[in-house]
C-alpha cells in the first residue's frame, strides 16, 4: 500500500499519506483517496515517507486541487524532503499550496 | 483515415463470437483412407451414424487426391496401407492447416511408439463409442484452433493498421517538430528517443529581425498524451517567431492554448530563451524547468543562471501567469545550457542520482580537452556506470557567437511566397501608452503587411524597418530615453530597465503608425509612417551629424537608422522631428536575395 489516509476525529481534516514513489502507478489510489470523500475543511497531504515525486504526481496534485475547490482549497503539503521540496517550489507550487 | 480493409481495434473483441456460432454444429468431415474396401464400408458407416461426412479411399495417389479435393478435418489411416508414407504426404499436403491423422491399428500394435505423421491411434476393430469420443475431441480442438487463428489473423492486421498510424504520426509529428535552426553550428543538442517518449521537446526557430528563439519543455506524462501537446506548442513556437513575436507573447498563447486542450493535470515545464547575439542580450523565460545555465565559454564554470520563476504552461489562467523574461547580458562565447530533470535524475547502481550538483562541477572542469558538451555526457556516462537503461535526457547547448543571429534557415522556406500583384491601400493605426504597456503591436503589423501583399521575401527587411521606427518612437519620442546609457557595462539591461519602468510611469502619449501601399512601375512602393507624440527633435542637425561620422554612432541615427537608410529608398523626418517616414521599394522580378 503505497497511500494511507485519515480523517481527524471531527471531520474537518483530511490527511493523505504517500509512501514510496509519488508517480503515475499510484495514480488510481491517490484519487480513490480523495474520491468520495464528504468535502473536508483542510487537506494535507503528507510526504514524510515519499522518497521520490515525478511531475505526474504534481500533476494529479491539481487535479486534486481542482477537485476539492480549486482556488478555495485549503492544502498543506507537509514533510516534504528537500529534493521534492525543490521541485514543488520550481514549479511554483507555493503558490497553490501551503508547503510547510 | 487508412483503408477499410483493416478493422479499428475496437472490432476485434467480436470475432471469436461470431466463429464460435457457425461451427457449432461439430460436424467433420473425415477422410477414410483404407486398402479394404469391407473395412472402409464399416468406417464410413460409423461416421456417417454419429453425424459427420465420411469420404472414402484406397491408400496411394488416389488418397492424395481426395485429401486435396475434400478438404477433411480429420484423417483416419489404417496402418497396413503404407502408413508412414501416406502420414508423412498428407502432413506435408496440409501445410499450416491443422489436420490430424489418425492411424488405425491392430489393437495389440497400440504399445509401439506413434508414428512421426500421426496425431492419434485406434485399435482396430474401431470402437463406436472410443470413435465417438475421438471425433468430438477433434471437433472441439479444430474450433478452437481455428479461433485462435481467426484472432491471430485479426491481431496481425490491427498490428499493421496499428503500425501504419504510428508511420503517419511520427511523420505529422516529425514534420511539425522539425525546427530548421538548431541545425545551426552554435547549437548542440541531444534528445534521446526515451526523452522524446516521454514528452521532452526543443524548439529552435529565427525571429524576421535575426535573434534566435529557442525552447526547450518537458511535459508530465508520457508517450502519446505527451506528444500529442508537443504539436501545438511548436506550431505556435514557429509561427509566433516568424512574425517576429517576443518570447512573453509566446508563452502567454501557449499557455492559452494548453489550458484549453489539456486534461487538467497535464501540463508542460518549460525554458524559453532569446538570444541576441549582436548585443549579447539573452532573455530567459524559466516556467518549472531546471536553471538554465550561462558559463563564460568553454570549460569554463558557471557566470550567471535563471531559476525556475513562473508556473509550468497549462496550470493557470494566463492573467496569473508570470510571463515575464528575465535580461541578462552575456558575453561573447558564453555557453547557455538547457536540460531537462532527465539528465539531474539519472541514477546510478546505488540508486543516487546524478544532480544538478555534479552537473554544475563538469562545467569549469579544463582538466583535460573535452568540450562541455561531451564532458557532462561523459560524466554521466561514468557515474551511471555500465548498465543497461534507457536513456532520458535533453540537454542543449547554445553558444552566444555573433553568426548565431545571421542564420536565416528557417525564413527560406518562406521565400518561395511571391508578392501579390502590387495594390493601391492604406492603413492607419494608433496605440496609448495603456495598449503599448500591454502588447508589441509590430510583429501583428507585419502579420497584415504579409496578409495584405505577401511581401514574405522582404520580411526581414520590412520587419527592420518598421520595428525600428517603431521603436525609436516609443523609447525616444515617447519615453525620451538616451542611448548613451546602453554604453555602460551593464548597458543594455538598464537601459531596458529604465524603459520599462518608463513605460509602466507613463501616463500619455500615443504612437500612429500609417502603412500606404501603390503599384508602381518598378512593382511595389511601400509608405511606412511613424509619428510619436512626443516634443520631437532637431533631426537637421541629427542629420548633418550622423552625415560627418558617416552614419556611425550618431546618437539619434544609431546602427538601426543607419540599417533603416541602407535598406530603404528614402527616410525622411518631418513635423518637430516626431514624424519618420521610409519608403520601402520593392520590384516583382526581384528574388528573396
Known amino acids: 500500500m503505497a497511500l494511507s489516509k485519515s480523517v481527524s476525529p471531527d471531520g474537518k481534516v483530511v490527511t493523505i499519506r504517500v509512501h514510496g514513489r509519488f508517480d503515475f502507478s499510484t495514480h488510481q489510489e491517490f484519487r480513490d483517496a480523495y474520491a468520495g470523500m464528504s468535502p473536508a475543511q483542510r487537506y494535507v497531504v503528507d510526504l514524510a515517507g515519499t522518497e521520490y515525486l515525478d511531475s505526474a504526481a504534481c500533476g494529479m496534485l491539481l487535479v486534486f486541487r481542482d477537485s476539492v475547490g480549486g482556488n478555495q482549497a485549503d492544502i498543506s503539503i507537509v514533510n516534504a524532503a528537500p529534493e521534492i521540496r525543490k521541485t514543488l517550489s520550481m514549479l511554483q507550487f507555493h503558490k497553490l499550496f501551503k508547503i510547510a | ?593
Open chain 2, 1 to 593: 483515415m487508412s483503408g477499410a480493409a483493416v478493422p479499428p481495434p475496437d472490432r476485434l473483441s467480436s470475432v471469436s463470437g461470431g466463429l464460435h456460432a457457425a461451427q457449432d454444429t461439430g460436424a467433420l468431415t473425415v477422410l477414410i483412407v483404407d486398402e479394404r474396401p469391407e473395412d472402409r464400408a464399416a468406417l464410413s458407416h460409423l461416421v456417417t451414424a454419429q453425424g459427420h461426412r465420411a469420404v472414402a479411399t484406397a491408400a496411394g495417389p488416389a488418397a492424395l487426391q481426395a485429401f486435396l479435393r475434400e478438404h477433411p478435418d480429420l484423417v483416419l489411416l489404417d496402418a497396413a496401407s503404407d502408413a508412414e508414407r501416406t502420414a508423412e504426404y498428407l502432413r506435408v499436403l496440409s501445410g499450416d492447416g491443422f489436420v490430424p491423422v489418425v492411424l488405425l491399428m491392430p489393437a495389440a500394435a497400440l504399445a509401439a511408439p506413434v508414428d512421426a505423421g500421426a496425431w492419434d491411434r485406434l485399435g482396430k476393430p474401431v470402437q463406436p463409442e472410443v470413435l465417438r469420443a475421438k471425433l468430438e475431441g477433434f471437433a472441439r480442438l479444430r474450433r478452437l484452433l481455428h479461433t485462435m487463428r481467426l484472432q491471430r489473423d485479426a491481431l496481425a492486421r490491427h498490428n499493421q493498421w496499428l503500425r501504419r498510424e504510428y508511420q503517419v504520426a511520427e511523420a505529422v509529428f516529425a514534420e511539425v517538430m522539425h525546427s530548421e535552426a538548431l541545425r545551426s553550428p552554435h547549437i548542440r543538442c541531444l534528445v534521446s528517443p526515451q526523452a522524446v517518449f516521454n514528452g521532452d521537446l526543443v524548439l529552435a526557430a529565427h525571429r524576421p529581425s535575426g535573434e534566435l528563439q529557442l525552447m526547450v519543455g518537458d511535459f508530465t506524462g508520457h508517450g502519446l498524451s505527451a506528444a500529442i501537446g508537443a504539436i501545438p506548442v511548436a506550431d505556435i513556437f514557429h509561427g509566433m517567431t516568424a512574425k517576429g513575436f517576443p518570447i512573453p507573447e509566446i508563452v502567454a498563447e501557449i499557455n492559452q492554448k494548453l489550458l484549453r486542450i489539456l486534461p487538467r493535470g497535464l501540463f508542460l515545464a518549460a525554458a524559453l530563451v532569446e538570444l541576441d547575439a549582436a548585443s549579447n542580450t539573452l532573455s530567459v523565460w524559466n516556467g518549472g524547468m531546471p536553471d538554465v545555465l550561462v558559463t563564460g565559454g568553454e570549460r569554463e564554470p558557471v557566470r550567471a543562471r535563471v531559476a525556475s520563476h513562473s508556473f509550468p504552461l497549462g496550470v493557470v489562467e494566463t492573467a496569473q501567469l508570470d510571463c515575464t523574461t528575465r535580461t541578462l547580458q552575456i558575453g561573447k562565447g558564453s555557453r547557455i545550457l538547457l536540460y531537462t530533470d532527465g539528465l539531474t535524475e539519472a541514477e546510478n547502481g546505488a540508486g543516487e542520482r546524478f544532480g544538478a550538483a555534479r552537473l554544475e562541477a563538469c562545467l569549469g572542469r579544463g582538466d583535460d580537452c573535452l568540450p562541455t558538451f561531451e564532458r557532462i555526457l561523459s560524466d554521466l556516462q561514468d557515474f551511471r556506470g555500465p548498465r543497461e537503461q534507457a536513456d532520458d535526457l535533453t540537454l542543449v547547448e547554445v553558444v552566444a557567437d555573433p553568426a548565431v543571429n545571421r542564420h536565416h534557415t528557417a525564413a527560406a522556406a518562406t521565400e518561395a511566397v511571391q508578392p501579390r500583384a502590387a495594390a493601391a491601400w492604406r492603413a492607419a493605426f494608433s496605440f496609448g501608452v495603456d495598449s503599448l504597456r500591454a502588447f508589441d503591436p509590430v510583429p501583428s503589423l507585419m502579420h497584415f503587411l504579409l496578409d495584405a501583399q505577401r511581401l514574405h521575401a522582404h520580411k526581414q527587411r520590412i520587419y527592420m524597418v518598421l520595428a525600428e521606427l517603431f521603436t525609436n518612437a516609443v523609447e525616444h519620442g515617447l519615453l525620451g530615453l538616451d542611448s548613451a546609457i546602453k554604453a555602460g557595462p551593464d548597458g543594455f539591461s538598464a537601459y531596458y530597465r529604465e524603459k520599462e519602468r518608463r513605460l509602466r510611469e507613463a501616463t500619455t502619449g500615443e504612437i500612429r503608425v500609417e502603412l500606404e501601399h501603390a503599384a508602381c512601375a518598378t512593382g511595389g512602393r511601400l509608405v511606412i509612417r511613424v509619428e510619436d507624440s512626443g516634443p520631437g527633435f532637431d533631426f537637421a542637425a541629427a542629420l548633418r551629424m550622423a552625415e560627418e561620422s558617416h552614419g556611425a554612432n550618431g546618437r539619434y541615427f544609431g546602427r538601426g537608422i543607419a540599417a533603416v537608410r541602407d535598406l530603404c529608398a528614402e527616410l525622411s523626418y518631418h513635423g518637430r522631428g516626431n514624424r519618420a517616414e521610409a519608403v520601402y521599394l520593392w520590384h516583382s522580378a526581384q528574388p528573396g536575395s
